[in-house]
């Protein structure tokens, strides 16, 4: 995780090249985050840093944040995806014309010509979905991997002539889908409590992912609409919203809670959530859930389909971070900000595993929510 002198370097050459007004720009529009202790030890636990690394992590992506968000701006149509590289701090921006590899470069980031790039990928992954339900069995998932420039497709093992026929049912460009066969399984996370608890109905359990000024959000498969919830500390609500298969957003509106920007890091304290800027792909990640506690890894895709038992979602993102049941609805944060609420996933925290995420933002906008 030691941060490459290439990296400082590019730094230096921004600033001291005329780039300081979108450098100071970015800068000041998202201040590096100040994380709580627990939140920093748990990265070292998990992600194998000392503590100077890991404060050093959360300054890289919250610099590479703003950088992508100012390419993605400057590039338009041309902008292929990003990248964040944990282990060097740099920031890879794919580009689909080679005449916007010098804007990139001049940014202070590392540049990429891809020949489909992010809104391609994503478009592939719209045609499976509209096929999503005939894909055979055996078939688990699919998501853009903007660093390989490709979508990939999941299987359980020996179901890759199924992937395949799929493929060309769909008619999508079989070039840019690759099937790799895989021992995931994935499946929700409903059945115990995760991050602060609440019952719905007085019996299931899930976790409150975060609060909003009405209430807070949640996965969509904890509850449906008019459920009632019920907290652990005496609050009570019910399902105001709930949108599952398809997506896993819920939202219910409670009474007797108060909202905070708190979030519980399961070591005696709370996480501090200020905003839910999108992290790059690549970027280090926390997840907080009551059967597991507290623990962290890496963002590796967006834009996943997965296939589970109850119906399709699409739009989840992929990670590395391990989950079990009873962790459903529980808060995701990058830094300081907040990234969605825990959907399912494969594995345990004994072994490892996959767990998929609902974004917060498309939440929100759900609802015209507002995070506390």
């Known amino acids: 995780m030691r941060k490459s002198p290439h990296f400082m370097a590019l730094g230096g050459i921004a600033l001291s090249a005329g780039l300081i007004a979108a450098a100071t720009t970015a800068a000041a529009a998202e201040p590096a985050p100040t994380l709580a202790p627990e939140q920093l030890q748990a990265m070292q636990r998990d992600l194998g840093l000392t503590p100077s690394e890991a404060e050093q992590l959360i300054e890289d992506e919250n610099r590479a944040r703003s950088l992508e968000k100012e390419l993605r701006g400057d590039l338009g149509g041309k902008f292929g995806g990003a990248v964040f590289d944990s282990d060097t701090g740099e920031l890879t921006v794919s580009v689909t ?53 490709t979508v990939v497709m999941t299987v359980e093992k020996g179901a890759a002539a199924t992937g395949k026929e799929f493929l060309a049912d769909a008619g999508v460009d079989k070039d840019a889908v690759k099937v ?151 808060s995701w944060v990058s830094g300081d900000q907040a990234q969605g609420v825990t959907s399912g996933g494969s594995g345990n925290c004994s072994s490892g595993g996959t767990t998929y995420y609902q974004e917060v933002n498309p939440i929100l906008n759900q609802w015209g929510l507002t995070l506390a």
Request: with cysteine; hydrophobic share 25%; charged share 15%.
């Open 180 to 330: 790799r066969q895989s021992a995931e399984n994935p499946k929700t996370y409903a059945d115990i409590v995760g991050g602060n608890a609440y019952y719905i109905n007085g019996s299931s359990r899930c976790s409150v992912g975060f609060a909003v000024t009405t209430g807070f959000v949640t996965a969509g498969h904890c509850g449906s609409p008019g459920d009632s919830v019920q907290g652990a500390d005496g609050g009570s609500g019910s399902f105001s919203g709930s949108v599952f298969p398809s997506r896993d957003m819920g939202y219910v509106s409670t009474s007797g809670w108060t909202p905070t920007s708190q979030v519980n890091d399961y070591s005696g304290g709370t996480v501090t959530v200020n905003g839910s800027s999108q992290a790059a792909v690549g970027s280090s990640i926390c997840r907080s859930g009551s059967t597991t506690g507290w623990h962290c890894g890496t963002i590796q895709a967006r834009n996943q389909t997965v296939r589970y038992p109850q119906g399709v979602v699409y739009g989840l993102t992929r990670t590395n971070v391990c989950a079990e049941p009873g962790d459903s609805g529980g």
């Open 97 to 149: 014309d080679s005449d916007a590899v010098e804007t990139v470069e001049d940014a202070g980031a590392e540049a990429e010509v891809v020949t489909y790039g992010q809104d391609n990928l994503d478009e592939i992954v719209d045609d499976l979905n509209s096929s999503a339900e005939e894909a055979g069995s055996g078939v688990t998932g699919w998501y853009s991997d903007v660093e390989a420039d």
